[in-house]
T-cell receptor, first 114, second 115 residues
Framework: GGIITQTPKFLIGQEGQKLTLKCQQN?????MYWYRQDSGKGLRLIYY???????QKGDLSEGYDASREKKSSFSLTVTSAQKNEMAVFLC?????????????FGPGTRLTVL | AQKVTQTQTSISVMEKTTVTMDCVYE???????LFWYKQTASGEIVFLIR??????ENATVGHYSLNFQKPKSSIGLIITATQIEDSAVYFC????????????FGGGTRLTVRP
């Protein structure tokens, strides 16, 4: 078994601020993902990475940067926080290229922008 | 582009009954994988079951099974003998072969199981 850890659990920022969210996994999975979930809505893909130093844009990448410097970690940066970005950010990982393997999810980081 | 639609926003059933949640998908790819995930009230998301597009047999795991109707681009989730702890939001998702590792989620269906 393994676990995905996301830090911080709660993140409060100011509008216009640059904010970084971190994700660590010990599954030894190749592929990692960042999703955004707005209240009562589904998951939207921001970025994903199929291996160390690889980055692929999802449907919601504008306004975000990502970094995969190690196989076990994947960071997401909100480049300029906006009030309408209050949401939960979820990190996930999967085996191999991720095409047919299920994803394992972290507990999420809840972002509030003041 | 891929699209996944769950038209039922919420369903309420009595405990120990069977419930079906609908999901339709759109893709140009002939090969794809369909998934169902469950999000509990605590926010935890767990994988439930998967259907590969090339398989005719409906997948079954425990009291979860799928109703895969390929001509209708439909993948329903069936939960038999529902329990209170099945109350959650259920998400349908699809990964098309030409989309690499990218997974597209539906909007979710909230299931409430009443005692």
């Amino acid at each position: 078994g393994g676990i995905i850890t996301q830090t911080p659990k709660f993140l409060i920022g100011q509008e216009g601020q640059k904010l970084t969210l971190k994700c660590q996994q010990n599954f030894n999975h190749d592929t990692m993902y960042w999703y955004r979930q707005d209240s009562g809505k589904g998951l939207r893909l921001i970025y994903y990475s199929i291996t160390e130093n690889d980055l692929q844009k999802g449907d919601l990448s504008e306004g975000y940067d990502a970094s995969r410097e190690k196989k076990s970690s994947f960071s997401l940066t909100v480049t300029s926080a906006q009030k309408n970005e209050m949401a939960v950010f979820l990190c996930a990982s999967s085996i191999g290229g991720g095409r047919y393997a299920e994803q394992f999810f972290g507990p999420g980081t809840r972002l509030t922008v003041l | 582009a891929q699209k996944v639609t769950q038209t039922q926003t919420s369903i309420s059933v009595m405990e120990k009954t069977t419930v079906t949640m609908d999901c339709v998908y759109e893709t140009q790819d002939s090969s794809y994988f369909l998934f169902w995930y469950k999000q509990t009230a605590s926010g935890e998301i767990v994988f439930l079951i998967r259907q590969d597009s090339y398989k005719k047999e409906n997948a079954t795991v425990g009291h979860y099974s799928l109703n895969f109707q390929k001509p209708k681009s439909s993948i329903g989730l069936i939960i038999t003998a529902t329990q209170i702890e099945d109350s959650a939001v259920y998400f349908c998702a699809m990964r098309a072969n030409n989309a690499g590792a990218k997974l597209t989620f539906g909007g979710g269906t909230r299931l409430t199981v009443r005692p």
